[in-house]
């Protein structure tokens, strides 16, 4: 029987394939071992039931025995104390993996999501609010460069915080917002490469494709 | 002996007064009922021993004992798990606490916070990034809405879940980008009645007036 559920969408544009936050998860759950199961909810007419497991009609959440958790950070959380091989055990590298994942997804993707948002949308490039943004974005990217320059992983080990931190990266990557920062690029590349990532990644791939 | 301490910077600017991030650590320890020392480092220079605590040069970071913890998300936490005042015991109601606690922080301030400094910094109200920006954080709060309109606070009881989204949804209300949302006006106006955030709120203001 399986335990671990994930749902994420039926479909969804071609654009955001490859980084729908589910592939956080199927990453997550492959670097574990884990055994689990995919569903899906449809991207066009998201229902009540939706809505009861992610208040946002957002994807992804991880059903668990009984316990549903929505946001993939919590996710990651959850998983990172089913397995060593997310998260330290030791009170010191536990810590640093659960600062280094807010990290993520605070002070680094709060600056990095709405920047790249404003590449997708055909924003970028233009007038104050977009410097202001592409400021705020440079200021974190400056600050994580000595910090990966001078580690392989967040957390001393592999751990959720890259996770995050790489999965929020790429996508600043994507958009040739990384050449500045060359320990970033190779961070992300190292992340990448790893057969966990290119497994989610490609289920992810092959999951939208086969509704097409 | 104080074990817990809490460290932010010796003065700011008018502007951010009472918005400084480390009012959520302050109020958290304020529920708590946990003694805690405040120290303060220089706004102006910051200093290595300052990015060897805090990576990115801002504040707060707690120190508890021999372990220092950066990312308001992240202190949040380790103080959740110190106290049953900040987050439930039982498995449920914990798991709930987590998964609000990271939606304040990614879901709605990773729209809401660009959305505000847009309004501290002039930015607001023209183009089609700021249109983006604020379509962005108005898609958040309307599904905010329905779950503050059904239930008092976010876990059942009040929780760090609570301590980050009523300051987050503060900020927006700031800017008056709360007035379509009464469910969610009527939670920041309970959520910051709490004397606990009062003591807080007032020890910040305090704190930088000192430096003037």
Redesign the interface.
């Known amino acids: 029987m399986t335990e671990l559920t994930l749902t994420t969408f039926d479909w969804v544009p071609d654009l955001p394939r490859g980084f729908v936050r589910d592939l956080r998860v199927r990453w997550a759950l492959e670097e574990a071992g884990l055994p689990y199961a995919v569903e899906s909810v449809p991207f066009r007419e998201r229902n009540a039931e939706h809505?009861a497991h992610q208040?946002?009609?957002?994807v992804p959440w991880l059903t668990d025995g009984g316990?549903s958790?929505?946001?993939?950070?919590?996710i990651l959380?959850?998983l990172g104390e089913r397995s060593e091989r997310l998260m330290p055990a030791d009170?010191?590298g536990r810590?640093e993996a659960?600062?280094w994942?807010?990290?993520a997804?605070?002070?680094v993707?709060?600056?990095s999501?709405?920047w790249a948002?404003?590449h997708f949308?055909?924003?970028a490039g233009e007038?104050?609010?977009?410097k202001?943004?592409d400021d705020?974005t440079n200021?974190?990217l400056r600050?994580?460069e000595p910090?990966l320059a001078g580690r392989e992983w967040l957390a001393g080990t592999f751990s959720i915080a890259d996770i995050a931190m790489a999965d929020v990266l790429r996508l600043v990557d994507r958009f040739d917002g990384l050449v500045p920062y060359p320990a970033c690029r190779a961070y992300v590349a190292r992340a990448t490469a790893r057969p966990a990532f290119r497994k989610a990644h490609a289920d992810q791939m092959a999951h939208f494709a086969a509704a097409d």
Chains 1, 2 share one sequence.
């Not at 208040?55 to 957002?58: E, N």
């Open positions: 809505f208040p946002f009609g957002q316990c958790i929505f946001e993939s950070g919590a959380l959850h009170p010191r810590s659960i600062e994942l807010f990290a997804l605070n002070s993707e709060m600056a999501l709405p948002l404003f949308t055909g924003n007038g104050p609010g977009w202001f943004l705020f200021a974190r600050h994580m910090v």
